[in-house]
């Protein structure tokens, strides 16, 4: 089955620096990739995905980017601010697939200091 | 961003209680999941339904059992848990697999406690 890996764990900025968190998969017929935010004590928010079929995507201050053939995808936060403090969390799944489960990397933990 | 509710938001129980948790959604998704969240973890799916109609139950506990009412409500039976059964419970829903689209999105959970 697939497997997310995702580094690094804990990973702590200076406000207006940039952050970049990256996950591998294990499985070539992934082909969707969601990032979700979780702040404490909420729900994850999926903040940004990518399918297979286009090589990065940006969002005001956050691109994700994907090399499939490497099988890695990575977070790219720019000018990050004190709310971007958050843990982070990649996921895999086949988009279209019959069942639709994610495969979720372990998490990030992003301190934004001011 | 409210579309995916879940009650209650708290829930303290024994090990010889009975409860439920519930999960609404008014997105016109056809698939709903039930994850479970441990502290400093990511989400653990427990059960996928589509169209209503049960997909995936990742050999959970049969302390553990889901319902489906209708497209909108998912429900979750709780009985005779564990104390390690402590954790957020989190209902998600998603566009049905095998459709152009299906981000999850999830339910501000319920906390559960099992004393």
């Known amino acids: 089955g697939e497997n997310v890996e995702q580094h690094p764990s804990t990973l702590s900025v200076q406000e207006g620096d940039s952050a970049v968190i990256k996950c591998t998969y294990s499985?070539?017929?992934?082909?969707?990739f969601p990032w979700y935010k979780q702040e404490l004590g909420k729900r994850p928010q999926l903040i940004i995905d990518i399918r297979s079929n286009v090589g990065e995507k940006k969002d005001q201050r956050i691109a994700v980017t994907l090399n499939k053939t490497a099988k890695h995808f990575s977070l790219h936060i720019t000018e990050t601010q004190p709310e971007d403090s958050a843990v982070y969390f990649c996921a895999a799944s086949i988009y279209g697939g019959s069942q639709g489960n994610l495969i979720f990397g372990k998490g990030t933990k992003l301190s934004v200091k001011p | 961003d409210t579309e995916v509710t879940q009650t209650p938001k708290h829930l303290v129980m024994g090990m010889t209680n009975k409860k439920s948790l519930k999960c609404e959604q008014h997105m016109g998704h056809r698939a709903m999941y039930w994850y479970k969240q441990k502290a400093k973890k990511p989400p653990e799916l427990m059960f996928v339904y589509s169209y209503e109609k049960l997909s995936i139950n990742e050999s959970v506990p049969s302390r553990f059992s889901p319902e489906c009412p209708n497209s909108s409500l998912l429900n979750l039976h709780l009985h005779a848990l564990q104390p390690e059964d402590s954790a957020l419970y989190l209902c998600a829903s998603s566009q049905a697999p095998g459709t152009s689209w299906y981000g999850q999105y999830f339910g501000p959970g319920t906390r559960l406690t099992v004393t």
């Open positions: 499985d070539s017929a992934s082909n969707y």
